[in-house]
């Protein structure tokens, strides 16, 4: 089972973002959240929120225990540049590009855990 969570049209650009989602690829639900809290910067802060999203769905919308959670995989990809222009010297103009992204997580259960609570079911 898989708990799924997008933020589209972030603000920020995703050359900015994958270095931080990077850090918390495949780590432990509470592991990837220490890291994110104490990452400077805005890219761990959109970062956070959407894996505590994820985390919130796979809770209340698929009941997964969150304590076997792990980040199984974590994209930001390029989403629509918004184009905008500046006066320039000589009545020329200057673009603007103003990026966003797109950042997808999925969070899974071990597989380890859920099998170990069934041979213990098994065995009582």
Not at 42 to 60: D, M, Q, R, T
Not at 78 to 97: E, H, N, S
Request: proline share 3%; aromatic share 4%; charged share 30%.
């Amino acid at each position: 089972m898989e708990a799924k969570a997008i933020a589209k049209y972030v603000r920020m650009s995703y050359t900015k973002l994958k270095p931080v989602a990077n850090l918390v690829r495949g780590k432990d639900l509470d592991e990837a959240l220490t890291i994110l809290k104490f990452t400077p910067g805005k890219a761990s802060e959109l970062i956070e929120k959407v894996v505590k999203s994820a985390a919130a769905n796979a809770e209340n919308n698929h009941e997964m225990n969150p304590d076997n959670l792990y980040v199984a995989t974590i994209n930001c990809n390029q989403g629509p540049t918004m184009k905008r222009w500046r006066a320039g010297a000589q009545g020329r103009a200057g673009m603007i590009l103003k990026r966003t992204s797109h950042i997808d997580v999925v969070l899974k259960e071990r597989e380890t855990a859920v099998k170990a609570e069934e041979t213990t079911k098994e065995e009582a």
